[in-house]
């Protein structure tokens, strides 16, 4: 038996070393379910891939703002979003940026399990 499936949304943190260049690396994913309450994010940086791409990079910060990324989906109190909703926080993490770590376009789905559907997303989209 199948459960309630509702919409969410989700995006792929990617990290483009070097922003002029253009190339980048799948490093995370945000998940966002209105209907029930969720907001997450998963994160892992393959270092040999980044290596590929830059040489110079550092891996250390470079995860430091992942993990900063994921601090503002699981603490309402972290970041520049601080105070505001959930869909709030989902958008201002989801906004273009030029930055070593971007957000991906936003896409959608059905779920009965968002916190499942952010492993499976990692699995599917960022792991090697």
Known sequence: MTGRRYPFEYAVLRVVPRVERGEAINAGVLVYCHRLDYLGSLVHLDHDRLRALDPSADPEAITSVLRSVAGVCADPAVGPA???????RFRWLTAPKSTVVQPGPVHTGLTTDPAAETE?????LVLP
Not at 82 to 88: D, F, I, K, R, T
Not at 120 to 124: A, D, H, S, V, Y
Request: charged letters at 15%; hydrophobic letters at 40%.
């Open 120 to 124: 499976r997303l990692l699995r599917l």
């Open 82 to 88: 601080a105070g505001q909703g959930l869909g709030q």
